[in-house]
């Protein structure tokens, strides 16, 4: 006990929230679920259940075109420049499309996660929440696909070991969707370690078969829920994370394994996403001095979504 209390790090400050206005300008048409509403429905659920005043607000910077290359090279980024409309849209894939607002929302989304870094890193808060659209963890280094243009949390993840020169950073994904893109970007990098779960088979349909031996996935059943979910935590994350022992955590957030969330069929509720928040803050306490940043990715369903970012934000505030 008291080698724990020893070990613990102490966080002052607020939680970061860091967002933009800009966020909501991407828009992929009348009924696609992943709607500028999203941010709105978040928003109103912190208001409401008065977490918000626990927070400190911070408006997210554009990525600069240096800070994203350390993960999209310049040619990807060009594409995605060529493609974006002036007017009316344009389809990447089968339900990704480009507004005219998208590459601005999407560069303040890549800067967010920045920002989170920067923040956290200099003591200027003790964690931080990016409430960003587009989400990311599809887009791989030169692909964007599934909702996704730029991985906004590898562009994270990328600052904070260029710039803070971090050796260790572990990525956290409880995403109802697998998230390729990040593991296509981290695969071969001793620096990263990711832990996951998703439904499976399900789309992107990848992911049973980890891609390198820092990936540790776990794929679990349609119709799975918290038990199964909570199983996977203590059995393979949490040991994996004690071995690896992070100097940062980082989160991908994404909602859509929420029982009342169409999109996926898992059964996760407010509880889960709070207690393996909780989890979450003590392995960045005992190992991170406190130092987590958390990406919100999918959650469509907005009353859920709401909730649920609030539970991970009672949980990230210590609240
Ligand atoms: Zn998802």
Redesign the pocket.
């Known amino acids: 006990m008291f080698t724990w209390l020893k070990t613990r790090w102490h966080r002052t400050g607020l939680t970061a929230y860091i967002s933009h206005p800009d966020c909501l300008k991407h828009f992929m048409g009348v009924g696609h679920p992943e709607c500028p509403e999203r941010l709105t429905a978040i928003r109103d659920q912190l208001m409401a259940s008065q977490i918000f005043d626990s927070l400190q607000e911070v408006d997210a910077p554009l990525v600069t075109p240096q800070q994203l290359a350390r993960i999209h090279p310049p040619r990807y980024v060009e594409y995605l420049e060529s493609c974006s409309p002036s007017v009316g849209s344009f389809r990447i894939d089968a339900d990704t499309a480009m507004s005219p607002g998208t590459l601005l929302a999407a560069q303040r989304a890549a800067g967010a996660v920045v920002k989170a870094v920067e923040l956290v890193c200099e003591d200027k808060a003790p964690n931080a929440f990016c409430a960003v659209r587009p989400?990311g963890?599809h887009a791989e280094s030169a692909r964007a696909m599934?909702f996704c243009f730029f991985n906004n949390l590898a562009v994270g993840v990328a600052h904070a070991l260029t710039t803070y020169k971090l050796e260790r950073i572990a990525i956290v994904d409880f995403?109802?969707?697998h998230g390729n893109g990040t593991e296509e970007i981290f695969k071969d990098d001793p620096r990263v370690m990711m832990v996951s779960t998703f439904q499976h088979p399900f789309y992107p349909y990848c992911g049973d078969e980890p891609l390198g031996p820092n990936m540790h996935n776990v794929p679990l059943k349609a119709g799975s829920g918290g038990r199964e979910f909570r199983e996977a935590v203590e059995t393979v994350w949490l040991p994996q994370l004690h071995a690896f022992q992070p100097q940062m955590l980082f989160i991908s957030a994404?909602f859509?394994a929420h029982r009342e969330d169409d999109?996926?069929s898992m059964g996760l509720v407010e509880a889960d996403y709070e207690w393996v928040t909780r989890h979450m803050v003590q392995i960045a306490d005992l190992y991170c001095q406190g130092r987590l940043v958390s990406v919100l990715?999918?959650?469509y369903d907005l009353s859920a979504l709401g909730r649920s970012v609030a539970a991970h934000l009672r949980a990230l505030s210590d609240l």
Do not use: F, S
Request: charged share 25%; hydrophobic share 15%; proline share 8%.
């Open positions: 989400p963890h599934g995403d109802v969707h994404g859509d999109m996926g990715e999918g959650g």
